[in-house]
C-alpha cells in the first residue's frame, strides 16, 4: 500500500495561512462539491470555480435529466398495458411541456447545490479555473493560490474527428435539451449511452435506428445481458444495425444521409453521436505543470487520489476510473477525510454496481461470465433463468426478464449478478450489498423469496447450466 499522503502532523488539523484558499477545486459537478462540501464542514478554506451551471454533468447534462426522460419514456408502453387491466382512454405526450417541466427541476437542484455549498462556507467562483503553478489558479485573469488544488472537471461527448460532416450530429448534451422531437434519429455507439437514449426516444415516438460497428450492444458487459438487452430493444421497435461504421455525414434537403460501409445509407432528420465520453482535461493547464495523464487524457492518479504533482488532486470522470456518480462522490469525500480529518480513507472500487437506464432497464455488480472464467481458473458455475413477468400477461406483452448469477465453484461465493428486466437498477442495489458482505449462492438458496415478484427468481435458481 502507498503512504499516506501529508498525513505527518496532521493529527489535529493544520490550515496554512500563506494561501488565499486551503483548497481550490476546479469543477463543481458531484465530485468537486462533495469534497469542497466536506472541506468547508472540517474548516478548510475552500473555493470552487465552475465555467457553466454549479450541478455538474450528473445533475445538469446526465443521469437526473435522463432519468426524468425515461421515466416519461414508459408511459407510451404503460398506457397500452393498462387496456390490458380495463383502463380505457387515450393520452398524448407534450414534449415541450416535459422538456419545460425537466429544466424546472434542474434549476431547483442547480439552486440547493449552491444553497449546500454556501452552508458550507464555499466561495463559487464562475469561470473556467487553469492551473498556473502547482499551487495557482486562473480564473477569467484573476489569480488564486492554494495550499492543495482538486480537478473535478468531469467528462465530456465524444463526436469522431476522421468522419467527413460529424459536425453536422449531436450528442447526449443537446439530446436531452431537445425543444421538438425529430421524426427519425440514428444514435451512433452501442453503449450505455447509445441503448439508454435509444430507449427514451423511441418511447417517445421517434423512428430510432442505432448504429453498431460491432456485432451486438453493451460489449462489455455480460454476454447474456447483451444478448438479452438486444432481443429486447428490437421488440421495442428500435432498430439495430451492426457491424456498421459510419463514413460520411451529408446535410440534403430532406435531412441527414448517412454513407455507411458497403455502400448503404441511411436517412434521418437527427444524427446522436454517443461514440463515449473523454476525460474534461484540455486546456486546463495540467501538461504545464507535470500532471501525468494517460493515452485517453485521464489524469493518473494513485488510490488516495494524488496525481503526480504533490499539490494536486483529481476525482470523478477526469481520472476514468469508475465513471460513476457515487464513486467521483464517494473518492471526493475520501480525499477530504484523509487531508482534512486526519481519517485516512481509501475507496474500495471492487464490487461496485451499476445500472443502463434502457428499455428494458440493466443492473450489474461484479464479475462478468467470461471475467470470472479468467480469474476463477474456469472453475465456476452458472444460474440463469429467463420468464415473462406477471405484469405482462394480461397486457399480452412478451416483454422477458433475464436473471444470472455467475458463482466460484470451490468457494460458493457469488461473484457476480446480472439482470435485464424492469427494476433491475432497484433489486440489484441490494444484492451488491449482499456480495459486499461475502454472500455465497447457499445464502442465496437459504432465503425466503417474496411472492409473487420478479426479485424472488434470485432465490430459486437452484440448477447450474452444464459446462
Same mark, same amino acid.
Given at each position: 500500500?502507498?503512504?499516506?499522503?501529508?498525513l505527518?502532523?496532521?493529527?489535529?488539523v &493544520?490550515?496554512?495561512?500563506?494561501y488565499?484558499?486551503?483548497?481550490?477545486t476546479i469543477?463543481a459537478?458531484?465530485?468537486?462539491?462533495?469534497?469542497?462540501?466536506?472541506a468547508?464542514?472540517?474548516?478548510?478554506?475552500?473555493?470552487?470555480?465552475?465555467?457553466?451551471?454549479?450541478?455538474?454533468t450528473?445533475?445538469?447534462? @446526465?443521469c437526473?435529466?435522463?432519468?426524468?426522460l425515461?421515466?416519461?419514456?414508459?408511459?407510451?408502453?404503460e398506457?397500452?398495458?393498462?387496456?390490458?387491466? @380495463?383502463?380505457? %382512454?387515450?393520452?398524448?405526450?407534450?414534449?415541450?411541456?416535459?422538456?419545460?417541466?425537466?429544466n424546472?427541476?434542474l =434549476?431547483r437542484?442547480?439552486?440547493?447545490?449552491?444553497?449546500m455549498?454556501? $452552508? &458550507?462556507?464555499?466561495?463559487?467562483?464562475d469561470?473556467?479555473?487553469?492551473?498556473?503553478?502547482?499551487?495557482?489558479?486562473?480564473?477569467?485573469?484573476?489569480?488564486?493560490?492554494?495550499?492543495?488544488?482538486?480537478v473535478?472537471? @468531469?467528462?465530456w461527448?465524444?463526436?469522431?474527428?476522421d468522419?467527413?460532416?460529424a459536425?453536422?450530429?449531436?450528442?447526449?448534451?443537446?439530446a436531452l435539451?431537445?425543444?421538438e422531437?425529430?421524426k $427519425?434519429?440514428?444514435?451512433?455507439?452501442?453503449?450505455?449511452?447509445g441503448?439508454?437514449?435509444?430507449?427514451?426516444?423511441?418511447?417517445?415516438?421517434?423512428?430510432?435506428?442505432l448504429?453498431?460497428?460491432?456485432?451486438t450492444?453493451?460489449?462489455?458487459?455480460?454476454?447474456?445481458v &447483451?444478448?438479452?438487452?438486444?432481443?429486447?430493444?428490437?421488440?421495442?421497435?428500435?432498430?439495430?444495425t451492426?457491424?456498421?461504421?459510419?463514413?460520411?455525414?451529408?446535410?440534403?434537403?430532406?435531412?441527414?444521409?448517412?454513407?455507411?460501409? %458497403?455502400g448503404i445509407?441511411?436517412?434521418?432528420d437527427?444524427?446522436?453521436?454517443?461514440t463515449? $465520453?473523454?476525460?474534461?482535461?484540455?486546456?486546463?493547464?495540467?501538461? =504545464?505543470?507535470?500532471?501525468?495523464?494517460?493515452?485517453?487524457?485521464?489524469?493518473?492518479v494513485?488510490?488516495?487520489?494524488?496525481?503526480?504533482v504533490?499539490s494536486?488532486?483529481?476525482?470523478g =470522470?477526469?481520472?476514468n476510473?469508475?465513471?460513476?456518480?457515487?464513486?467521483?462522490?464517494?473518492?471526493?469525500?475520501?480525499?477530504?477525510?484523509?487531508?482534512?480529518?486526519?481519517n485516512p480513507?481509501?475507496?474500495?472500487?471492487?464490487?461496485?454496481?451499476?445500472?443502463?437506464?434502457?428499455?428494458?432497464?440493466? %443492473?450489474?455488480?461484479?464479475l462478468?461470465?467470461?471475467e470470472?472464467?479468467?480469474?476463477?481458473?474456469?472453475?465456476?458455475?452458472?444460474?440463469?433463468?429467463?420468464?415473462r413477468?406477471?405484469?405482462?400477461?394480461?397486457?399480452?406483452?412478451?416483454?422477458r426478464?433475464?436473471m444470472?448469477?455467475?458463482?466460484e465453484?470451490?468457494?460458493?461465493?457469488?461473484?457476480g449478478?446480472?439482470?435485464?428486466?424492469a427494476d433491475?437498477?432497484?433489486?440489484?442495489q441490494?444484492?451488491?450489498?449482499a456480495?459486499?458482505?461475502?454472500?455465497?449462492k447457499?445464502h442465496f438458496?437459504?432465503?425466503?423469496?417474496?411472492?409473487?415478484?420478479?426479485?424472488?427468481?434470485?432465490t430459486?435458481?437452484?440448477?447450474?447450466?452444464?459446462?
Amino acid at each position: 500500500m502507498a503512504s499516506t499522503p501529508h498525513l505527518a502532523g496532521l493529527d489535529s488539523v &493544520s490550515f496554512v495561512a500563506e494561501y488565499d484558499f486551503d483548497l481550490f477545486t476546479i469543477g463543481a459537478g458531484s465530485g468537486g462539491v462533495a469534497a469542497s462540501r466536506r472541506a468547508g464542514a472540517y474548516g478548510a478554506k475552500v473555493a470552487i470555480c465552475e465555467s457553466t451551471r454549479v450541478g455538474g454533468t450528473c445533475v445538469l447534462r @446526465g443521469c437526473v435529466p435522463k432519468k426524468l426522460l425515461w421515466y416519461a419514456s414508459h408511459f407510451h408502453q404503460e398506457l397500452a398495458d393498462a387496456a390490458g387491466y @380495463g383502463w380505457t %382512454g387515450q393520452a398524448k405526450l407534450d414534449w415541450g411541456k416535459l422538456v419545460a417541466a425537466k429544466n424546472a427541476e434542474l =434549476d431547483r437542484l442547480n439552486g440547493i447545490y449552491l444553497r449546500m455549498l454556501d $452552508r &458550507s462556507k464555499v466561495e463559487v467562483i464562475d469561470g473556467r479555473g487553469r492551473i498556473v503553478d502547482p499551487h495557482t489558479v486562473d480564473v477569467g485573469g484573476k489569480r488564486y493560490t492554494a495550499e492543495r488544488i482538486l480537478v473535478a472537471t @468531469g467528462g465530456w461527448p465524444h463526436i469522431p474527428d476522421d468522419i467527413p460532416g460529424a459536425e453536422l450530429g449531436i450528442t447526449s448534451n443537446e439530446a436531452l435539451d431537445l425543444t421538438e422531437l425529430p421524426k $427519425r434519429m440514428a444514435i451512433v455507439g452501442g453503449g450505455y449511452i447509445g441503448v439508454e437514449l435509444a430507449g427514451i426516444f423511441a418511447g417517445a415516438g421517434v423512428e430510432v435506428t442505432l448504429v453498431v460497428r460491432g456485432f451486438t450492444v453493451l460489449r462489455h458487459f455480460d454476454v447474456d445481458v &447483451s444478448s438479452a438487452l438486444m432481443e429486447e430493444l428490437a421488440r421495442h421497435g428500435i432498430d439495430i444495425t451492426t457491424h456498421t461504421k459510419i463514413e460520411a455525414v451529408e446535410k440534403t434537403d430532406a435531412g441527414l444521409v448517412l454513407q455507411c460501409n %458497403g455502400g448503404i445509407e441511411h436517412e434521418v432528420d437527427t444524427l446522436l453521436w454517443a461514440t463515449g $465520453r473523454w476525460p474534461n482535461t484540455r486546456d486546463i493547464g495540467l501538461e =504545464d505543470v507535470g500532471v501525468a495523464l494517460d493515452d485517453h487524457r485521464a489524469i493518473k492518479v494513485d488510490e488516495w487520489s494524488r496525481t503526480s504533482v504533490p499539490s494536486i488532486y483529481a476525482v470523478g =470522470d477526469c481520472t476514468n476510473r469508475v465513471q460513476l456518480t457515487p464513486v467521483a462522490i464517494a473518492d471526493g469525500r475520501a480525499l477530504v477525510e484523509t487531508v482534512y480529518n486526519s481519517n485516512p480513507t481509501e475507496v474500495d472500487h471492487h464490487l461496485v454496481p451499476t445500472a443502463v437506464f434502457s428499455q428494458p432497464p440493466v %443492473g450489474t455488480v461484479g464479475l462478468t461470465e467470461a471475467e470470472a472464467r479468467a480469474t476463477c481458473s474456469g472453475h465456476i458455475d452458472v444460474y440463469r433463468t429467463d420468464f415473462r413477468p406477471m405484469k405482462y400477461v394480461l397486457p399480452g406483452r412478451q416483454e422477458r426478464v433475464m436473471m444470472k448469477l455467475v458463482v466460484e465453484r470451490d468457494t460458493d461465493l457469488v461473484v457476480g449478478a446480472h439482470m435485464v428486466g424492469a427494476d433491475a437498477p432497484e433489486i440489484m442495489q441490494s444484492i451488491a450489498i449482499a456480495m459486499k458482505a461475502g454472500a455465497k449462492k447457499k445464502h442465496f438458496d437459504q432465503t425466503v423469496g417474496i411472492h409473487p415478484t420478479s426479485a424472488e427468481e434470485f432465490t430459486t435458481m437452484w440448477e447450474p447450466l452444464g459446462d
